[in-house]
Nanobody, 119 residues
Framework: QVHLVESGGGLVQAGGSLRLSCAAS????????MGWYRQAPGKQRELVAH???????TYADSVKGRFTISRDNAKNTVYLQMNSLKPEDTAVYYC?????????????WGQGTQVTVSS
């Protein structure tokens, strides 16, 4: 059984910062990649950022230069530092990971954490 547990969402004013964390636990052999998606009301879920265990990253154009993704491989944890937040960043943020156990590789999702940016 594998679980992703997120933390760090909340309410912040435009221009502020938040840091999200997501820890994976369970019968894990490897995790690659890990990342964050978000879903705003009435919109499709979209990629925010991915990171591979070697450190390579991918960002959505809308967050480049403002958000930074990082991970601690020893702790199976991924972070998202969000700076210069804008009202359009308001969404539920979901942690995602491609995880291999001793049986198979599957995609796993966290429960989601609300980020609200006020203008």
């Amino acid at each position: 059984q594998v679980h992703l547990v997120e933390s760090g969402g909340g309410l912040v004013q435009a221009g502020g910062s938040l840091r999200l964390s997501c820890a994976a636990s369970g019968n894990i052999f490897s995790i690659d990649p890990m990342g964050w998606y978000r879903q705003a009301p009435g919109k499709q879920r979209e990629l925010v950022a991915h990171i591979f265990s070697g450190g390579s990253t991918t960002y959505a154009d809308s967050v480049k230069g403002r958000f930074t993704i990082s991970r601690d491989n020893a702790k199976n944890t991924v972070y998202l530092q969000m700076n210069s937040l804008k009202p359009e960043d308001t969404a539920v943020y979901y942690c995602w990971a491609s995880i291999a156990t001793t049986v198979s590789r599957d995609d796993y999702w966290g429960q989601g954490t609300q980020v609200t940016v006020s203008s």
